[in-house]
């Protein structure tokens, strides 16, 4: 784990990295920037869908190469990817933050949108994550919900427009062709760890 200064984190799956993504992850580097540290983006691979509800028709926007290609691309300076494994979708939020957020990253913010859950069974909801954080001293950074057209931008949103095959309005949220992939690209996000 390479020495971080001052980092800013922000977690979640970020499949996609739609809009409402692209909108923390502004947050999040603009945060970083002025606390003259560095933006960390914590995800995991395979998407916890995957693992969770494995019979499910869930499927993901993209490969996690390509949300990591898209998360580098607004300017992120490291993402952590964790492999979500049936051991680790059953720790606790607090032994997630105490071993990851707190122990590995040793953040000193969180950027949260207000809908955020984490830790086994979504256990670890805002309240619970913010007291958490308070007695750390991490500061959360609130971020608002993003619209476009008056409709919350959600990735099980895209999954649907792509199943009802509206590219359109699947291109619009996402805020790229979706038909763009990885191997069309010339650069790889390196600094994942």
Not at 96 to 111: D, K, M, N, T
Not at 124 to 144: A, S, T
Request: proline content about 4%; glycine content about 6%.
């Amino acid at each position: 784990m390479p020495e971080l200064v001052s980092p800013v984190v922000a977690i979640g799956s970020f499949d996609g990295v739609h809009l409402g993504h692209r909108q923390i992850l502004r947050y999040l580097c603009e945060e970083a920037h002025r606390r003259n540290g560095q933006s960390v983006v914590v995800t995991f691979d395979p998407h916890p869908q995957v693992l969770v509800n494995p019979n499910s028709d869930f499927f993901t926007i993209n490969t996690v190469e390509e949300n990591l290609y898209l998360i580098g691309a607004q300017g992120v300076d490291l993402a952590l990817v964790i492999p979500f494994t049936k051991e680790f979708s059953k720790l606790s939020y607090v032994e997630f933050f105490e071993q990851y957020i707190f122990g590995w990253l040793h953040a000193g913010a969180l950027v949260m949108g207000p809908n955020h859950a984490i830790g086994h069974n979504r256990e670890g909801d805002r309240m619970k994550i913010e007291d958490l954080c308070q007695r750390h001293h991490v500061q959360i950074i609130d971020i608002p919900e993003f619209m476009c057209h008056d409709a919350k931008v959600h990735s099980s949103t895209i999954r649907k427009l792509i199943l009802e095959k509206q590219f359109d309005k699947v291109d619009e949220l996402l805020g790229y062709h979706y038909h763009l992939k990885a191997e069309d690209r010339k650069e790889t996000f390196q600094n994942k760890i």
